[in-house]
């Protein structure tokens, strides 16, 4: 599966954005979705996933009760709604997929085979 994130830009503390990544080339109903981020000189970290059929999410302690991962199958397209934003939002975010249809919902790195090409958010204070 081919993924595009896009959505990002620069807000000020307390505003909101929201991510979309489009996916194409496989049946998008059988890949758990995911968004990680990474900010410059550190790892990419797992933000927020959803399973294939949308019913389980899953979501970093970190931005818990600030962003929402929703999904439309019938438009192949994963969303992160980022609300309440802080400065240390400041990342390059990534989609990515997991073909499955587990309703265990992953997080790990390794769990995703399938990367988007990143998108920059920046929050300013």
């Known amino acids: 599966v081919q993924l595009q994130a896009s959505g990002g830009g620069l807000v000020q503390a307390g505003g909101s954005l929201r991510l979309s990544c489009a996916a194409s080339?496989?049946?998008?109903?059988?890949?758990?979705m995911g968004w990680f981020r990474q900010a410059p000189g550190k790892e990419r970290e797992f933000v927020a996933a959803?399973?294939?059929?949308?019913?389980?999410?899953d979501y970093a302690d970190s931005v818990k009760g600030r962003f929402t991962i929703s999904r439309d199958n019938a438009k192949n397209t994963v969303y992160l709604q980022m609300s309440s934003l802080k400065p240390e939002d400041t990342s390059v975010y990534y989609c990515?997929?997991?073909?499955?249809?587990?309703?265990?919902?992953?997080?790990?790195?390794?769990?995703?085979?399938?990367w988007g090409q990143g998108t920059q958010v920046t929050v300013s204070s």
């Open positions: 080339g496989r049946t998008f109903s059988g890949y758990a």
């Open positions: 959803i399973i294939w059929g949308g019913g389980s999410t």
């Open positions: 990515a997929a997991r073909r499955s249809v587990s309703m265990v919902v992953p997080r790990g790195l390794a769990d995703f085979g399938s």
